[in-house]
C-alpha cells in the first residue's frame, strides 16, 4: 500500500478502501488505494501517478462516494488539505450502507457474473477440443468424399471438371454432361439408399409433382419481374 517505514497515526488498514483516481473517455481507467477518514476526506495509501503538481502519498484530498450506488468505488478529489487544515461544508458524497434490496441487487448481479466468468471459462477450455472435433469431422467428410470418388470412377463413370465449381444452370450443360450428372445421381442414390424400395409409379408422381412445382415457381417470378 506504500506504507512508510514510520507508520503515521492517521493509517489504519482496516479503513484502506480502492477509489478512482481519473476518469478517461468516461471510463475509471486508474484508480488505487487511499485510507477513508469518514469525514469525507482520505489520505494516499499509495503514490497516485496524476503528473507533476499532483497529490503525493499521504495528502489528504475529499472522498466522493455516490449516493445512489453504495457498491460502487468512490471518487478523489484534487482539492489537497494542509496539515491542520479542516474540511467544511461538507454535506454530500458520504459513505451510506446500502439497503437489504440493494444488498439482494448487488449478490444476484454477483452471482451472475460469477456464472458468466465460469461458462467463459469452460468456452475457452473446450475451445482447443471443438476445433479437434471439428478437424476430425472435416477429415472423415474428406475420406468419405475420396471413397465415393474412387467408387464412381470404378463404375466407369466421368466426374465432370467443374463438379466443385458454382453451379451452373441447366441450359448451359451440354446433352451429355446432364447424362453424366443423371447418372451419378442415380448411382450414389442407388448406393446410399439400397434399403429402401421405389415403384415406379411413385416416381413418375414425384415427376409430375415437380413439374407442377416448377412450373408454379416460374409463374410467380414471371409475374414479379413483369413490369406493368
Known sequence: MGETPETP???DESKVVRAIFAFENGRSDYGGHVVDL??????????PLLGEGGPEWGDR???FYHPCAPFDRPMIGYRIYG??????GRSFGLRREPDEEEIAEHEKAKEARECRDIDENFARMNAPFKAMEAEMKASKEFIRYCELSAWVKDQNLKVPDDLHDEPRARTDQTPEERKDTKLFLLAAAAVDYSDIEV?????QAKITKRKQEDAEADGILKALTTDD
Open 9 to 11: 497515526d492517521w493509517y
Open 38 to 47: 469518514g469525514d469525507g476526506t482520505c489520505r494516499f495509501a499509495n503514490k
Open 61 to 63: 484530498v475529499d472522498l
Open 83 to 88: 496539515e491542520g487544515e479542516e474540511p467544511v
Open 199 to 203: 415403384t415406379d409409379d411413385e416416381v
